[in-house]
T-cell receptor, first 112, second 113 residues
Framework: KQEVTQIPAALSVPEGENLVLNCSFTDSAIYNLQWFRQDPGKGLTSLLLIQSSQREQTSGRLNASLDKSSGRSTLYIAASQPGDSATYLCAVGGGSYDKVIFGPGTSLSVIP | DAGITQSPRHKVTETGTPVTLRCHQTENHRYMYWYRQDPGHGLRLIHY???????DKGEVSDGYSVSRSKTEDFLLTLESATSSQTSVYFCAIRGTSGGPEQYFGPGTRLTVT
């Protein structure tokens, strides 16, 4: 059974710092991995999706990497801003109909 | 914006009553999903649909049923609500361009008293 973990559970950084969020999964037979952002009381916003054949994806200040063999993905946020404060979740897609397994999330706080 | 709406957005109901949550999408997506989100458990899949009248169970389907009679609507029903079903429920669709990305609705906060 696929299990997804995220470390750290919470992170507080000063504005402007570069940071890395980690996602680990137990079964490397995945189809894709998706990173989401969730603001308090809101739904999930898709940030990046990496297909199993890809190593990384970039969008603006965000860069996500995928290492299937080691069961890891990282989300790199450059030059963090207070508006980046949110919970970040990774989700691993595999099997039929793209059912995904979510990690518990990392709560990020960027201090002005 | 993947054109997903959920209704109601908030609901308080009593134990033992039936409850139906609605997910509506405007872009003719084939795949739709219902999740619940709880502290300490994260997001868990309840049921999903891969077409009109084609549905299947997720990891936490007990106590829930679904129906999809039209492409645009995916209904989640709690036949007899229990306090353990107090949660935030999210609907999602797959792929605005046929790809695997999932896009989520705004959520429904359900409280069972």
């Amino acid at each position: 059974k696929q299990e997804v973990t995220q470390i750290p559970a919470a992170l507080s950084v000063p504005e402007g710092e570069n940071l890395v969020l980690n996602c680990s999964f137990t079964d490397s037979a995945i189809y894709n991995l998706q990173w989401f952002r969730q603001d308090p009381g809101k739904g999930l916003t898709s940030l990046l999706l990496i297909q199993s054949s890809q190593r990384e994806q970039t969008s603006g200040r965000l860069n996500a990497s995928l290492d299937k063999s080691s069961g890891r993905s990282t989300l790199y946020i450059a030059a963090s801003q207070p508006g980046d404060s949110a919970t970040y979740l990774c989700a691993v897609g595999g099997g039929s109909y793209d059912k995904v397994i979510f990690g518990p999330g990392t709560s990020l706080s960027v201090i002005p | 914006d993947a054109g997903i709406t959920q209704s109601p957005r908030h609901k308080v109901t009593e134990t033992g009553t039936p409850v139906t949550l609605r997910c509506h999408q405007t872009e003719n997506h084939r795949y739709m999903y219902w999740y619940r989100q709880d502290p300490g458990h994260g997001l868990r899949l309840i049921h999903y649909s891969y077409g009109v009248k084609d549905t299947d169970k997720g990891e936490v389907s007990d106590g829930y049923s679904v129906s999809r009679s039209k492409t645009e609507d995916f209904l989640l029903t709690l036949e007899s609500a229990t306090s353990s079903q107090t949660s935030v429920y999210f609907c999602a669709i797959r792929g605005t361009s046929g790809g695997p990305e999932q896009y989520f609705g705004p959520g429904t906060r359900l409280t069972v008293t």
